[in-house]
């Protein structure tokens, strides 16, 4: 039986928990609906795939820029001072996207890409400051899952929630944005600071050279958790961009295909409280490959069928899957953030970085495939691909991600510690 101090301590973990993943749903189902808004108001503008998988991904290029300076620029900035300033620039979003409703232009667009991929990085950045040092490492796998469960909660509402938005125009939409937003505000006002130690700011070695070879060396440790989120990153990407123009085509055809992107984040409503019962520590990295195995093959079997029951099945099969790997791969990187002590931003910024370059790649890539093969075998291809990557990584993957510790420790003089 656990003494009483770490009963109330551990439950004290978890009340921080609910009320981050409570704040953050508010936030996403605010992206969330943006995500929805922003692809069909470009296609309509612009009515080409390819363009609006090229124009999405200028997010991402922001987005990779940011991660090379806000590990520098950000240490000694807490969650909550993050979290504000993030929901503050996706206020901008949803402003831009507005205006955009009235004069379509290319460069507004790309302003509201912009904005958006420095409102991700520092969100991004708040969730993993979070994670790494007010959750102990034992519980962090579930930490995730349930912080994910809230996030797709609002992710699975979002699509809904913009299309009815849609119906009476921008200024509806914009308005149940900035709602949302202020809700989040609130919440986020309830958080303590924590004790996260505080460096100096390290303004003299901000350059993005000297940021790109400690990303080096922090990849040659963490390369297969890295691979692994390329790979999901392909498959949200092509959810998130291809998954919305498709779910229009679908909902045209049969009412049931308006759940598209519904069915992709449906399991995520209850897996990751799973994954926070089961409380898995080891073994993450190889259970994560095993099952984007599964979803990647579930997903290629969109190629041997096009009803709208049979993809409905098929995408929420693999969604199951991928919903027990997401949580699995975050607490990975969590165990590692959290062994780099003042240095973990440079990390943070690693992990970040990777989402951003999947996002780069893979939108005018899909575009592509959709305008020639269409969306349903964008789909079908992605999962193939991502099965295969996996599979391969079953066999070249270590048993425990090893830091240079010394080289880390040479940085700053400081900071790392096993």
């Known amino acids: 039986m656990k003494p009483i101090y770490f009963f109330f301590r551990e439950h004290q973990v978890w009340a921080r928990v609910f009320l981050f993943s409570i704040t953050f749903f508010f936030i996403r189902l605010a992206d969330g609906i943006i995500s929805f808004w922003a692809p069909n108001q470009i296609e309509q503008a612009l009515q080409n ?51 955009a409703t009235i004069k379509p232009f290319l460069a507004l667009f790309i302003v509201t890409m912009i904005a958006w991929g420095v409102y991700y990085e520092l969100e991004s950045f708040a969730a993993y400051q979070f994670m790494g040092s007010a959750i102990p490492v034992r519980l962090r796998s579930g930490a995730w899952g349930i912080t994910g ?50 460096p100096e700011p390290d303004v003299k070695r901000v350059g993005p050279w000297e940021e790109l070879r400690r990303w080096s060396v922090l990849s040659n440790a963490i390369w297969p958790a890295i691979i692994m989120s390329v790979m999901l990153g392909f498959i949200d990407a092509t959810f998130w ?49 095993k099952l984007l195995i599964v979803a990647g093959l579930l997903l290629a079997g969109l190629a041997f069928g096009s009803s709208v029951p049979w993809q409905l099945t098929l995408v929420f099969l693999s969604s199951l899957a991928l919903s027990f790997c997401y949580p699995l791969i975050e607490g990975v990187y969590t165990d590692v953030v959290a062994r780099m002590g003042t240095e973990k931003k440079d990390l943070i910024g690693l992990i970040n970085s990777v989402g951003n370059v999947s996002y780069i790649i893979w939108p005018p890539l899909a575009g592509m495939i959709a305008t020639f093969a269409g969306e349903r075998m964008t789909f079908a291809f992605v999962g193939a691909f991502a099965a295969t990557v996996a599979f391969a990584l079953l066999f070249v993957t270590p048993k425990k991600l090893r830091l240079p510790q010394q080289e880390i420790h040479a940085w700053n003089g400081h900071g790392s510690h096993s």
Do not use: C
């Open 49 to 99: 795939p390819a363009a609006v998988g090229a124009i999405i991904s200028v997010q991402s290029i922001v987005g990779f820029g940011a991660d090379v300076l806000f590990p520098h620029v950000l240490r000694r900035r807490r969650a909550r001072t993050l979290l504000f300033a993030a929901i503050i620039i996706s206020a901008f979003v949803s402003f831009f996207l507005a205006a």
């Open 149 to 198: 469960a809230f996030v797709n909660v609002a992710y699975a509402i979002a699509p809904i929630a913009a299309a009815a938005l849609l119906v009476r125009g921008a200024p509806a939409i914009g308005m149940g944005v900035l709602a949302l937003l202020a809700i989040g505000f609130t919440l986020v006002a309830f958080f303590g600071n924590g004790r996260e130690p505080l």
């Open 241 to 289: 961009v291809t998954g919305v123009l498709w779910t229009e085509t679908l909902a045209r055809q049969n009412f049931l295909g308006g759940l598209f992107l519904t069915a992709y984040q449906l399991p995520s409503l209850f897996i990751g409280f799973m994954v926070a019962r089961w409380g898995m520590y080891k073994g993450k990295k190889i259970m994560s490959e």
